[in-house]
């Protein structure tokens, strides 16, 4: 299995201010014959399902403010959240779809400083 | 829209198995390309991907739970059912469906349905 390793595993962030979350895999998820990342990043509320916000590491989902933002290639990704809001306090996790089983990081909660 | 909807028991009794459908719209699965999954959360803890089945009947289990899970789908109600035998308190979890496309993530999730284990 791909293991997917997210850090921090919480942070504190100021109103306004950026968040940034890693997340590392095991082995690389990019398909070279396409050239695409298979990684996506979810936001989980609590009591609420996985929304998916990132696809392709870097392609933002339709309807997700431009503050979120992804990076990174092969095994290394980032998560960006520029000007932080209350309501981006969440679990953000991490998941690899280049092969099965797909897997997940261990997840990082974002909380307001 | 796609939208996705668990169902079935919320408590089963250790080696019993368990059965839960997703009722989904908004796709097909006669579509080949169109995919649903099963993804788990334990109480607290991080997500954990159990299975999927294609509209074209590949099906992919998560190795350590292949000996104990069967994915099905039924195209002429839109359903998808995971079943899971043995349960044990461990399995306690909210179980969520969810749809994605080709090999793409898994993009539209279900609410979940929670399913603790006990006797």
């Known amino acids: 299995d791909i293991v997917m390793t997210q850090s921090p595993d919480s942070l504190a962030v100021s109103l306004g201010a950026r968040a940034t979350i890693n997340c590392r895999s095991s082995?690389?998820?990019?398909?070279?014959?396409?050239?695409?990342?298979?990684l996506a990043w979810y936001q989980q509320k609590p009591g609420q399902p996985p929304k998916l916000l990132i696809s392709?590491?870097?392609t933002r989902e339709s309807g997700v403010p431009d503050r979120f933002s992804g990076s990174g290639s092969g095994t290394d990704f980032t998560l960006t959240i520029n000007s932080l809001q209350a309501d981006d306090v969440a679990v953000y996790y991490c998941?690899?779809?280049?092969?099965?089983?797909?897997?997940f990081g261990q997840g990082t909660k974002l909380e307001i400083k | 829209q796609i939208t996705l909807k668990e169902s079935g028991p919320t408590l089963v009794k250790p080696s019993q198995t368990l059965t839960l459908t997703c009722t989904f719209s908004?796709?097909?699965?006669?579509?080949?390309?169109?995919?649903v999954g099963w993804i788990r959360q334990p109480p607290g803890k991080a997500l954990e991907w159990l299975a999927l089945?294609?509209?074209?009947?590949?099906?992919r289990y998560r190795p350590s739970l292949k000996s104990r899970l069967t994915i099905t789908k039924d195209t002429s109600i839109d359903q998808v059912v995971l079943t899971m035998t043995s349960m044990d308190p461990v399995d306690t979890a909210t179980y969520y469906c969810?749809?994605?496309?080709?090999?793409?993530?898994?993009?539209?999730w279900g609410q979940g349905t929670l399913v603790t284990v006990s006797s």
């Open positions: 969810a749809h994605f496309y080709n090999w793409n993530c898994e993009d539209s």
């Open positions: 908004g796709f097909s699965l006669r579509n080949s390309g169109e995919g």
């Open positions: 089945i294609y509209g074209s009947d590949d099906m």
């Open positions: 082995q690389s998820v990019l398909y070279r014959s396409n050239n695409n990342n298979y």
């Open positions: 392709w590491a870097s």
């Open positions: 998941q690899q779809y280049y092969t099965t089983p797909r897997t």
